[in-house]
């Protein structure tokens, strides 16, 4: 099932499918692993700094035909892992002309994705697990590694082009990674309790015999000490969804052994009101009304009856 909270009011995907050649948007090849090997690589002659949009000059000579990785910046922050979300500013260019590609530092956003087959090129897999967070890594992917022989045209990269990428790792977040912080009473008996273990299982979630709040509930149930979210901000977290009047779970992460990321611009009202203002690091439940949720247009398939009030329990794991 698609990620449902991913969704606007009107069951439609906010996904943005874009012309830029993000690391996420080609299949894994199946290749061997590559040998991890020095270089060359060419040298960043601007925004040296880590969180810094890096400038990078043009390949010099033939690139390796192996993957070719270099730790700019050692971190010292927690090891990336297979498996592991890679929350990551980055910059990609092609090797022979220098032509970025894409980048998230002028998007104001990071990059979320998963460190796993089939969700990111071979290439940012084999040269970022193993790294610390904190870390600014460049390396230089060959077609074998990165988009193969077909290519990625939308993006301006041809089935030959050895690809050099510059990696800012802000964070990293296992698939149980769980909010961090304290546990807030939940003193108020017409709302849902919510578990309070954190240990990367799915928090239970008790709703009392009561009818249903009319209008949007959205509270803490773990307090974290981050960052605010702002009504525009993307996010990374963890989450479960039941439906108020059977207690039916029809959507979560846990289920799926995954985390999800999306921007409070492209959800429905019920989150980006509920998470705005709350922080980094919580545990949040929000109690949906249908005019803030799916109203009489729930997203065919997904267990959803019309006019159904919304619990969900969210850990804001990264603010993107």
Do not use: H
């Not at 010292?76 to 990551?88: H, I, K, S």
Request: proline letters at 6%; hydrophobic letters at 35%; charged letters at 20%.
């Amino acid at each position: 099932m698609a990620t449902l909270a991913a969704c606007n009011d009107d069951g439609a995907s906010s996904a943005e499918s874009g012309d830029s050649a993000s690391p996420s948007a080609s299949a894994t090849s199946g290749a061997p692993a590559p040998k991890i090997v020095d270089g060359p690589l060419p040298a960043i002659t601007a925004g040296a700094k880590f969180g810094e949009k890096p400038t990078v000059a043009k390949g010099s000579g033939d690139p390796s035909s192996q993957l070719a990785v270099k730790t700019v910046i050692a971190g010292n922050g927690r090891t990336a892992a297979e498996g592991d979300f890679l929350v990551a500013n980055y910059l990609g260019q092609i090797w022979d002309t220098a032509k970025v590609f894409d980048n998230s530092f002028d998007r104001g956003s990071a990059l979320a994705i998963q460190l796993a087959q089939a969700s990111v090129i071979d290439g940012w897999r084999y040269a970022l697990t193993g790294k610390k967070v904190g870390s600014r890594v460049e390396f230089a992917v060959p077609p074998t590694w990165g988009y193969g022989k077909e290519g990625y045209a939308e993006g301006g990269i041809k089935g030959t082009d050895t690809l050099v990428f510059v990696v800012d790792m802000k964070g990293v977040y296992p698939v149980t990674s769980s909010a961090k912080g304290t546990n807030v009473a939940q003193d108020d008996a017409d709302l849902p309790k919510v578990g309070t273990n954190t240990d990367g299982k799915a928090p239970s979630i008790e709703i009392p015999k009561k009818d249903a709040p009319t209008k949007l509930a959205s509270s803490y149930v773990i307090e974290g000490d981050g960052e605010k979210v702002a009504a525009d901000s993307g996010l990374l977290v963890q989450y479960k969804g039941v439906l108020w009047d059977s207690g039916k779970e029809f959507d979560s992460t846990y289920a799926r052994k995954t985390l999800t990321s999306f921007s409070l611009d492209g959800v429905v009202k019920g989150w980006k009101q509920g998470l705005t203002g709350k922080k980094v690091g919580s545990r949040v439940l929000i109690v949906i009304p249908p005019a803030l949720g799916y109203g009489d247009n729930p997203p065919s398939g997904s267990g959803i009856e019309k006019d159904s009030t919304l619990v969900f329990t969210v850990d804001i794991l990264a603010k993107l």
